[in-house]
């Protein structure tokens, strides 16, 4: 009964500055849409082993990476295979494991992030630490928040990245 819900027709996407995405299962139309329309424009690829997943990621980063040159393209990939395709668009690649000597910073404030969308990334992560189903209650989000701003203070006042806090001056500040 819920089929006669559902439209019995096909959508085109044919958006404009898109790059080709593949084929339209039902219609057999190309699609060509621009992730960068999108509110989120993150994207994954799934599929079987040498069904062409690595081929088609590399096919899109390429085409965006030659047609804007203000996109950022980040990629995890444990098995190393995209750090020539990187080095080839004059990219970073970033090492992360124990025994490099590389650090991720989630206090980090970069291009126009406000104090208030880090204070809820900063609660989120908090979040996460504490453990699955076991959120923030007031009394600890208003005791983080007054943290979380005290510590920001002078990175607020200076803009110097040398004084943007790490995850030992929230400790500290909790203590």
């Given at each position: 009964s819920l089929a006669i819900f559902l439209p019995f027709r096909t959508v085109s996407v044919v958006e404009d500055n898109g790059v080709y995405c593949g084929i339209n299962k039902y219609s057999k139309?190309?699609?060509?849409?621009?992730?960068?329309?999108?509110?989120?424009s993150n994207g994954i690829i799934t599929g079987a082993s040498g069904f062409g997943k690595s081929f088609s990621a590399k096919r899109e980063m390429f085409m965006r990476l030659l047609r804007d040159d203000n996109i950022d393209v980040m990629v995890?990939?444990?098995?190393?295979?995209?750090?020539?395709?990187?080095?080839?668009f004059k990219g970073e690649v970033v090492k992360l494991s124990n025994e490099e000597n590389k650090h991720l910073n989630p206090?980090?404030?970069?291009?126009?992030?406000?104090?208030?969308?880090?204070?809820?990334?900063?609660?989120?992560?908090?979040?996460?630490?504490?453990?699955?189903?076991?959120?923030i209650d007031g009394q600890e989000r208003g005791v983080l928040v007054r943290c979380i701003n005290s510590i920001y203070a002078?990175?607020?006042r200076t803009g110097d990245s040398n004084d943007l806090p790490v995850l030992a001056d929230l400790y500290n500040e909790l203590k």
């Open positions: 139309e190309l699609l060509f849409a621009d992730r960068n329309n999108n509110p989120n995890i990939d444990p098995d190393g295979e995209y750090g020539r395709f990187a080095e080839g206090f980090e404030m970069v291009n126009g992030d406000s104090l208030e969308n880090k204070v809820d990334l900063i609660l989120s992560i908090i979040e996460q630490m504490k453990g699955t189903n076991k959120e002078k990175y607020m």
